[in-house]
């Protein structure tokens, strides 16, 4: 085991593990969005920035998913630098989501919410020009709706997609702030995988993946 000091309390963490994940299973709380538990440290994608923390000796602030814990280690994740940048964070991903949470499936299990709430700006805060892309819901997928203004390419659902299936459906497309989740194969039989596997839409932080009532024929 590894030993280290976050926010001014010694704990433990398995050698190899993220300073995300053991500030996590110590029940320090961090911001994150595009992590997955088994994640580790070099393979976090780093897409949200929000998991931001200082470490001494380290001359930047850090996303806490892709540095491993080492003995001796001094975290700190609550700083007022932290702060700042997380909310620079959340506000860059705001600015390119259609805050509608009563007419959202996720609302009030929504990890974005939460992280708003947590940060104390809540999700009126829009300090960037508000980007919305069209069209608002993108329905090529066989059994699932896609609402991009909504999603925060966290990419949890391409990963989850590819780690359960060979010929996985979901996957980015286009690039910049044109970003999207596409699906590119309606094959029928792919399609009745979806409707027994659901991972993507369980796993989703936000109210991004709505299973369809209707499946297209
Ligand atoms: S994804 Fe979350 S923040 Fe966005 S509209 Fe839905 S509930 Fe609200
Ligand atoms: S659809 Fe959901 S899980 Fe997929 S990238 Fe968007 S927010 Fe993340
Ligand atoms: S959880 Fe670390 S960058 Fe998203």
New binding site residues.
């Given amino acids: 085991m590894i030993t280290l000091t976050a926010d001014n309390r010694t704990i433990q963490a398995r050698e190899g593990s993220s300073v995300l994940s053991a500030c996590l299973s110590a029940g320090i709380y961090i911001p994150h969005l595009c992590w997955l538990e088994a994640d580790a440290p070099a393979d976090a994608p780093a897409a949200c920035r929000l998991c931001l923390v200082e470490i001494e000796g380290f001359r930047e602030p850090v996303a806490a998913c892709v540095v491993t814990v080492e003995n001796g280690m001094t975290v700190h994740t609550g700083t007022e630098t932290v702060r700042r940048l997380q909310k620079t964070a959340l506000k860059l991903l705001l600015s390119v989501h259609r805050v509608d949470c009563k007419h959202c499936p996720a609302n009030k299990a929504c990890a974005l919410q939460n992280i708003a709430k947590f940060l104390g700006t809540g999700l009126g805060c829009k300090p960037f020009e508000r980007v919305l892309k069209e069209p608002d819901v993108d329905s090529r997928h066989p059994v699932l709706d896609?609402y991009p203004n909504?999603?925060?390419?966290?990419?949890?659902?391409?990963r989850v997609c590819r780690q359960r299936h060979q010929r996985p459906l979901?996957s980015f497309a286009r690039r910049g702030f044109e970003t999207v989740?596409g699906c590119f194969d309606a094959d029928p039989v792919a399609a009745a995988d979806c409707m027994s596997c659901r991972a993507?839409l369980e796993?989703?932080?936000?109210g991004?993946?709505v299973q369809r009532t209707v499946v297209k024929g």
């Fill in positions: 896609y909504r999603c925060v390419l966290c990419g949890i659902c391409v979901l989740v993507c796993s989703c932080p936000t991004a993946l």
